[in-house]
């Protein structure tokens, strides 16, 4: 894997968002269309969690995500963002605020 510089890291813009919907994508097997809080905005992101989290356990819980990726149609959804997850070989593990932190918080 190569390295990127500080710069490039700091382009990334990594928040807390607090997940107020959730629901599943009719006709998908995977997606989960959310609508997140971030502080100054709302916003709708959609992830491919389906078969481990269901919605309403989702709603409320407070996440990581990149805030300035590049809108992307999704199953004719437009995501605005996407969420953090750790990769393991049983199931994706959202990436979550142990502590209550405002929605928009900077991440470094």
Not at 18 to 47: C, F, P, T, Y
Not at 73 to 91: C, N, Q, V, Y
Request: glycine content about 6%.
């Amino acid at each position: 894997m190569s390295e990127i510089s500080i710069d490039e890291f700091m382009k990334i813009d990594l928040r807390v968002a607090k997940i107020i919907e959730a629901e599943k994508v009719a006709g998908s097997d995977k997606l989960i269309r959310m609508i997140i809080d971030l502080g100054e905005e709302k916003r709708q992101i959609v992830a491919g969690i389906s078969p481990w989290y269901k919605p309403e356990d989702l709603v409320g819980k407070l996440i990581v995500v990149i805030k300035n990726l590049a809108p992307k149609k999704i199953r004719g959804i437009m995501s605005h963002g996407m969420l953090l997850a750790a990769d393991t070989p049983e199931k994706p593990v959202l990436l979550t605020v142990m502590e209550d932190v405002p929605p928009g918080t900077r991440v470094r």
